[in-house]
């Protein structure tokens, strides 16, 4: 079964054909996301997202998968809205937080004597950027280029939903060393168009 893209003012809507049916990829970070995206809406808008993949697969340079990635999330969020978007990028970002991270981060928190060392520490061990700063209750961080290898080659401006995925993995990583949840602001993305990635994290009281 294929979905074929018809816009009319502005509006998606999927037509299904008959013909071979589409098999969703479900290996490396496409496969993830497609999965996150039938789990989280459905098959159909999946199938829609992920209806010319074989393009993304093919594609010689990875500007040129940028850009039908892009395509990609711009479909996306027409289809399941931008806060499913959101969420469903998160998920995606939690999952590429690895959990040699993870561990790391962890041993880190519980060798640390206070919050202010562990953020040093973390900085010197250059995870979560090299670059975090304690300011009262939050933490910032970011960094200074894009280190996604999907799309930090793009010639084009990314939707900022893509870059949810950072606050995923921002969340996965705070919450698996400090063993309680936090929320991660995006502040702003380089692929967005701005100079460096910043994020605002904030750490819930125990």
């Known amino acids: 079964m294929k979905l074929e893209k018809k816009y009319d003012n502005n509006t998606f809507e999927a037509k299904k054909e008959t013909s071979e049916p589409f098999t969703i990829p479900t290996r490396g970070r496409i496969g993830r996301l497609a999965s ?7 098959r159909d808008v999946a199938i829609a997202v992920m209806q010319d993949v074989n393009e ?9 998968k940028a ?3 892009k ?7 027409t289809l399941a809205g931008r806060e499913t978007t959101i969420k469903i990028m998160e998920e995606c970002g939690r999952k590429c937080c690895s959990k040699t991270l993870t561990t790391r981060a ?10 202010e060392e562990f953020i040093e520490t973390m900085n010197r061990a250059h995870l979560g950027g090299g670059r975090l700063r304690l300011q009262g209750d939050t933490i910032t961080g970011g960094y200074n ?8 080659e793009t010639k084009d401006t990314f939707p900022l939903t893509y870059c949810h995925c950072s606050v995923g993995w921002y ?29 605002v994290i904030h750490v819930e009281e125990q």
């Open 36 to 42: 996150n995206i039938e789990k989280m809406v459905s």
């Open 56 to 64: 993304f697969q093919s594609a010689p340079t990875n500007a040129a």
């Open 67 to 69: 850009s039908w990635l």
């Open 71 to 77: 395509k990609a999330m711009e479909t996306l969020e």
């Open 106 to 115: 962890k041993q880190i928190f519980s060798e640390s004597e206070s919050i």
């Open 145 to 152: 280029r894009c280190y996604c290898g999907q799309v930090k």
């Open 171 to 199: 969340k996965q990583l705070f919450e698996s060393a400090l063993g309680r949840p936090v929320d991660v602001e995006l502040v702003q993305s380089i692929v967005a168009g701005a100079r460096t990635c910043e994020f």
